[in-house]
């Protein structure tokens, strides 16, 4: 008789080892006969859930941002509002843990995935993380909280790649010093003054 498997707790379950397969050979290395192959099962075990390869990626990425989105909300709980954007910086340029296994999915997913709803994930997390920042900035003190939020969004994406390219040079410990001293900038930088209303010039005549 056949084993009722909650369909969540199987995605969450395959996302898992799909993680545990980047971490022992890499993105290149998922396939669905490896993950199955984690999991101790057969294919069947990942194909009645999930289809393809980039489904499969996608499935781990959705699963990894879920967990960051529960991780961030446990760091915020009781820090000051002007402190946030500081926290948030450093939250997302942290190279601990399975952070770097993720932000490998992230750059696969993106060049395999095309322009299909499998990038919708990414989309959103993108969206929800400048928003954070915007946010934040406003909180901190930032005279132009929309500005922080490109740059900091700009920087902090375009990190992601650096960490996957050379992992062992953008590190924690060199990522973060370079982060909190951009926050000192923009916090210590004043609004940009109004430019003076020009005169208007009498008709002659």
Do not use: C
Not at 81 to 93: H, M, V
Not at 155 to 176: C, K, M, N
Request: hydrophobic content about 45%.
């Amino acid at each position: 008789m056949p084993i009722d498997v909650n369909a969540e707790e199987r995605l969450a379950q395959i996302a898992e080892a799909t993680l545990r397969v980047v971490e022992k050979r890499g993105a290149d290395g998922v396939t669905i006969r490896a993950v199955a192959d984690e999991m101790g099962g057969s294919t069947t075990v990942v194909t009645n859930y999930i289809p393809t390869r980039t489904r499969l990626i996608s499935n781990a990425v959705h699963h990894a941002i879920d967990g960051w989105d529960d991780e961030l909300a446990q760091q915020m709980e009781g820090v000051a509002p002007e402190d946030e954007l500081r926290l948030l910086a450093r939250w997302s340029s942290s190279t601990t843990g399975d952070d770097p296994i993720i932000r490998q999915l992230f750059i696969e997913l993106l060049a395999k995935a095309g322009d299909g709803e499998e990038l919708d994930a990414l989309r959103k997390d993108g969206q929800e993380h400048r928003e954070h920042f915007r946010v934040a900035a406003a909180a901190a003190g930032v005279a132009e909280p929309d500005f922080a939020a490109d740059l900091m969004h700009l920087i902090l994406r375009g990190f992601y790649l650096a960490a996957v390219e050379d992992p062992e040079h953008w590190s924690t410990e060199r990522v973060q010093p370079v982060v909190d001293h951009l926050i000192d900038l923009l916090v210590a930088t004043p609004a940009p003054a109004a430019a003076p209303a020009r005169k208007r010039r009498r008709p002659r005549g």
